[in-house]
Nanobody
């Protein structure tokens, strides 16, 4: 499975950005899909995850501001990011997992496929 992210860029605090992730295979009907982010010198952290039935999980820091969704027909994953904050600045990664997980988590080691990342920069 190959994943490619789109839509990163710059925004001002309070603004919005939408990230998308295109998959090379039909992942969304059977995989866990997630968005992660990382800043230099820190661990990669989970932002949001979605399972094949559309159940979602969010990090506390983004609840109420970010929305993860998937378009199964187009093999595309999205992350709508609203009310952006400077602390949202990071490299954002799309991830997929075909491991036998009980539920889709925000734990990076539960995911075995990764995109190359797209930079998001939020200025104050």
């Amino acid at each position: 499975v190959q994943l490619e992210e789109f839509g990163g860029g710059s925004a001002q605090a309070g603004g919005s950005l939408r990230l998308s992730c295109a998959a090379s295979a039909n992942t969304y009907s059977s995989y866990c899909m997630g968005w992660f982010r990382q800043v230099p010198g820190k661990e990669r952290e989970g932002v949001a995850a979605i399972d094949k039935d559309g159940r979602t999980t969010y990090a506390e820091s983004v609840k109420g501001r970010f929305t993860i969704s998937q378009d199964n027909a187009k093999n595309t994953l999205h992350l709508q990011m609203n009310i952006l904050k400077p602390e949202d600045t990071a490299m954002y990664y799309c991830a997929a997992s075909d491991l036998p997980l009980g539920s889709c988590s925000l734990f990076r080691y539960d995911y075995n496929y990764w995109g190359q990342g797209t930079q998001v920069t939020v200025s104050s």
